[in-house]
């Protein structure tokens, strides 16, 4: 039983176990609201167990993603704040396996720290179910492991693995693109969890005033701004693909409209942005003036308020509009496709 098992010389070097098993019952109370008719284990096992409903599936297909935040886990440690960073590690996963159509089922989240504060350790995984909650997932396991020596006692990093279902059949794999077709944008939350380096080093984010509102932000201040959680689009974009011919998504993470883009476009075919079309959100303003940096670069880093794009047939366009919106989405359209050899211009 876990109310017998301690060990001194472990806890000499730097790790307590019984921190572990304080972390996991203060977190059950958040992975509980995750909970689905899929979920077949309590907290606490060796493996999660998940139980399949293949109704209505002729050929399933799991697709699964990992990932992590970036060094935007040092801003919540430098704020102290760690309830919302767990749901930018559901959504930097489960945001990617939408783009092939697939329904979320389960995440497991991984979190290595230099010493486990159980309360900080809970908040982080509490985050993570809201991030579940929003994507329509069931938290089914994770871990905590204390790393000694190998960061300092107050960090931590965080990382995420989540796995969907589709129907082979309907795999959005970008086949029926066509010359004409229009591109989408799902309005961004703000920086997401992409080009914290670059931000870090803008603001010299370690010395940087971070509770102060600024005006070119709203009033709200710059760390606020920054920590803002990633935004999940998972249930509008399910809905979508259950009533439009969706022939491509992009996830606009790493890399910005460059990288992700040209990603679901097929050969001889490219997107046209049309640039004054984008909302640009006032963040991307306030990290191009601060930090001097081109707009070609700025796109080529950042989603510049773009969380996700997609490509749909021009007249399928305001059917498509009025089913995210009626999700909250404020979705408009930024482009078109083209026949061309160039995966992407933005003019």
């Known amino acids: 039983m876990t109310e017998k098992s301690y060990?001194?010389?472990?806890?000499?070097?730097?790790?307590?176990?019984?921190a572990g098993y304080k972390s996991v019952e203060l977190m059950k109370k958040h992975i509980a609201r995750t909970k689905n008719e899929g979920c077949l284990d309590d907290v606490g096992g060796f493996g999660g167990c998940f139980g399949l409903d293949l109704t209505g599936i002729s050929e399933p297909v799991l697709v699964s993603g990992t990932d992590g935040c970036g060094t935007k886990v040092k801003?919540?440690?430098?704020?102290?704040?760690?309830?919302t960073i767990g749901i930018d590690a559901v959504a930097m996963c489960a945001n990617d396996i939408i783009c092939c159509g697939a329904k979320p089922l389960f995440f497991l989240d991984y979190i290595a720290c230099g010493k486990n504060y159980p309360e900080k350790i809970a908040s982080i995984v509490g985050g993570v179910a809201e991030g579940c909650v929003q994507s329509g997932c069931a938290l089914i396991g994770g871990e905590t492991a204390e790393h000694p020596g190998m960061m300092p006692l107050e960090d931590y990093d965080l990382a995420g693995y989540c796995t969907g279902i589709v129907d082979k059949k309907k795999i959005v794999d970008?086949?029926?693109?066509?010359?004409?077709?229009?591109?989408?944008?799902?309005?961004?939350s703000g920086v997401h969890s992409n080009g914290f380096s670059l931000v870090r080093k803008v603001f010299d984010i370690e010395n940087a005033d971070l509770h102060t509102p600024v005006e070119a932000l709203g009033g709200k201040s710059l760390g606020e701004t920054l920590l803002t959680p990633t935004r999940i689009y998972v249930k509008p974009v399910l809905a979508l693909l259950s009533q439009v011919d969706v022939k491509g998504i992009s996830h606009i993470t790493g890399g910005g409209f460059y990288e992700n883009i040209p990603r679901s476009i097929p050969d001889g075919l490219?997107?046209?942005?049309?640039?004054?079309?984008?909302?640009?959100l006032p963040i991307f303003d306030l990290i191009a003036k601060t930090g001097n940096i081109s707009q070609r670069d700025m796109y080529n880093t950042f989603n510049m308020g773009v969380g996700m794009s997609i490509v749909v047939p021009a007249s399928q366009q305001e059917k498509a509009l009025e089913i995210l919106r009626s999700f909250g989405e404020d979705a408009y359209v930024i482009g078109k496709i083209v026949a061309s050899d160039e995966k992407i211009t933005i003019i």
């Open 270 to 280: 490219g997107a046209v942005i049309d640039r004054s079309a984008v909302r640009v």
């Open 7 to 18: 060990s001194e010389s472990y806890a000499a070097a730097g790790v307590d176990i019984t």
């Open 174 to 188: 970008n086949t029926k693109m066509e010359a004409g077709d229009v591109v989408i944008a799902l309005p961004s």
């Open 75 to 83: 801003l919540a440690i430098l704020m102290d704040k760690h309830d």
